[in-house]
């Protein structure tokens, strides 16, 4: 599975942005799509996830604010960002799970100004 990963940049604090994830490849046996970032001197962290039948998880720092979705085809998982905060920059990485292993696209920048 291939993932590529678009739709960072620089936004200020309250704003929105939107990240794209498009997959290629095996998409059939993606059972995960997921939304990782690592910020600045921190440890990579999950910020969200959807499974193949719909079903999302997302971390506290983030419930009520970000919404991850996916098309029927799993080719797509765009993750909306509302109501950013300066502590929400970092690099976002997309990734999936398939065939028992997580698989990982290049990570888009967030910079979030206060």
């Known amino acids: 599975v291939q993932l590529q990963a678009s739709g960072g940049g620089l936004v200020q604090a309250g704003g929105s942005l939107t990240l794209s994830c498009a997959a290629s490849g095996s998409v059939f046996s993606i059972s995960s799509m997921r939304w990782y970032r690592q910020p600045p001197g921190k440890q990579r962290e999950l910020v969200a996830l959807i499974t193949r039948s719909g079903s999302t998880n997302y971390d506290e720092s983030v419930k009520g604010r970000f919404t991850i979705t996916k098309d029927n085809a799993n080719k797509n998982a765009p993750l909306q960002m509302n109501s950013l905060k300066p502590a929400d920059t970092a690099i976002y990485y997309c990734?999936?799970?398939?065939?028992?292993?997580?698989?990982w696209g290049q990570g888009t920048l967030v910079t979030v100004s206060s």
């Open positions: 990734a999936v799970t398939a065939l028992g292993q997580l698989f």
